[in-house]
């Protein structure tokens, strides 16, 4: 019934940029009663939240080694969610998922046992 689905991914060279997209379909609640989330997994390496955004879309927070060159937003019309992906470096490559989970806190959780619906991932690889 629930479908997390995430798009975007890809080959790029650092210095580069790159615009994942999830859409979340069949929940129950209003798109806007979930906190959605970005989690990575590199190769040798355990997941990652990496940014989150609450249900509003006013509180988002990110894991210190992408700020100021990631930007996490949400379009609840559209049941989306995204992540801009700026200068990119080697160390981002990693799988990527989309999380949703029903919340209505202030604030959003970097930690992915607190998320409920996962996407598949999708495969970023940046080359030196």
Not at 27 to 49: H, I, N, S, T
Request: glycine letters at 10%; aromatic letters at 10%.
């Amino acid at each position: 019934q629930e479908q997390v689905v995430e798009s975007g991914g890809g080959l790029v060279q650092a210095g580069g940029s790159l615009r994942l997209s999830c859409t979340a379909s069949g929940l129950v609640a209003d798109f806007d009663d979930y906190a959605m989330g970005w989690f990575r997994q590199a190769p040798g390496k355990e997941r990652e939240g990496v940014s989150c955004i609450n249900w509003s879309g006013d509180r988002t927070h990110y894991t210190s080694s992408v700020k100021g060159r990631f930007t996490i937003s949400r379009d609840n019309a559209k049941n989306t969610l995204y992540l801009q992906m700026n200068s990119l470096k080697p160390e981002d490559t990693a799988i990527y998922y989309c999380a949703v989970t029903p919340s209505n806190d202030i604030s959003c959780s970097l930690d992915g046992v607190d998320f409920e619906y996962w996407g598949q991932g999708t495969q970023v690889t940046v080359s030196s």
